[in-house]
């Protein structure tokens, strides 16, 4: 079955055209979107959900086929015993849905009123790590971010489903959303603004091992089997968490750039911190040394590493969320696995320390 974790994905791959790797904001547009029609974009839309609820994730909820969405597509048919979906016409157009039960969740889009929560976890986010490193909490920067996040989908998809009402939004104001099931940020952590000032930054917590898993025997991991496992592709850019020798999740990931690689090889989960703070050293982000010019960024859903730190027992490396999800299975990463903040959390429920990683 891992092995068919790589061959489904590489025929998934053959079938779509690659997408552009220069780094984006959260309210950046993609520069090769197609103008698609009202239809087609409910129906890309309904698929993205179908496999976002079945932790099949296609990353950001956009409406259109894109990538990502073959990939997950082509994954959970795997892990359901199911042929591989047959390739589209062209890069962009509708995608084989057919034995899918697309219905099953009812509309694709469904009405959200905004509340006073929403608004609480919004906040001015200086520009500079200095700067972000006097504040207490990375908050979101509006309250578009906020409810993008909160349902899986990037900002200008919200906007799209939502024309004219996204620039100053208000408690009470309904929107319309995708119909998943919708990212809590305080339900991660019951958490005060600087309540945690006094915890290590997460990637340089004591108790990591710079050597592989294989033949040790960590007690504070746990000496016992993990049922679970997790395996990564780098050149797919996808994870798969896996039951024994069965697929059960799959998230796109972004990975190591060529100036700080991702470990390869095989590790284990030693800890999950929640809404970590995070060491921010550009020669360790650049160049994979560390150094004396650093700053440690408080917590929140704009840290560098978003709302959960998988570590693995390589020192100062995890698995994470981030503060830029558009990016992620498009992007570089600096060493570290980066997935959207929802999907890190769905992650973070799934696997617990001592679970072996493989990042291959």
Not at 3 to 15: D, K, Q, V
Not at 220 to 230: L, Y
Not at 345 to 359: E, Y
Request: some cysteine; proline content about 9%; glycine content about 8%.
């Amino acid at each position: 079955m891992k092995a068919l974790f790589c061959l489904t994905l590489a025929a998934a791959l053959l079938t779509t055209a690659a997408p552009a790797a220069a780094k984006k904001s959260r309210t950046q547009r993609p520069t090769n979107e197609h103008k698609t029609d009202s239809r087609q974009i409910e129906a890309a839309t309904r698929l993205q959900i179908f496999l976002d609820r079945a932790n099949f994730s296609p990353g950001v909820i956009s409406g259109r086929y894109d990538e990502l969405t073959l990939k997950a597509l082509a994954l959970y048919r795997q892990a359901n015993g199911q042929p591989p979906p047959a390739a589209p016409a062209t890069p962009g157009s509708a995608a084989d849905v057919n034995g899918l039960d697309l219905a099953s969740f009812g509309p694709a889009f469904v009405p959200y009123t905004v509340t006073e929560a929403d608004l609480h976890t919004v906040g001015s986010v200086p520009n500079t790590p200095a700067a972000q490193a006097r504040v207490k909490f990375l908050a979101y920067r509006n309250a578009a971010e906020a409810i993008a996040e909160k349902f899986h989908c990037a900002i200008h998809f919200l906007e799209q489903l939502n024309p004219g009402k996204t620039k100053n939004i208000r408690p009470g104001d309904q929107l319309m959303v995708p119909n998943v099931e919708p990212f809590d940020l305080v339900a991660i952590k019951d958490l005060k603004p600087g309540s945690d000032a006094g915890v290590p930054a997460a990637n340089e917590l004591p108790g990591d091992d710079n050597s592989p898993s294989p033949g040790t025997n960590d007690k504070a991991a746990g000496s016992a089997p993990a049922p679970s496992s997790v395996k990564i592709d780098t050149k797919t850019n996808m994870l798969g968490v896996f039951e024994a020798d069965r697929l059960v999740a799959a998230y796109p990931v972004t990975i190591g750039s060529a100036q700080t690689a991702s470990p390869i090889g095989d590790w284990k989960v030693t800890r999950i911190a929640k809404l970590p703070r995070f060491r921010y050293d550009q020669q360790m982000l650049k160049h994979g040394r560390r150094s004396g010019n650093f700053h440690v960024l408080p917590p929140g859903p704009n840290s560098p590493v978003g709302v959960i730190w998988i570590a693995l027992n390589k020192k100062g490396i995890g698995i994470h969320g981030t503060n830029e999800p558009e990016t992620i299975g498009r992007a570089g990463s600096h060493g570290c696995v980066r997935l959207t903040n929802w999907d890190a959390v769905r992650l973070a429920q799934k696997i617990k320390p001592g679970v072996p990683v493989s990042i291959h």
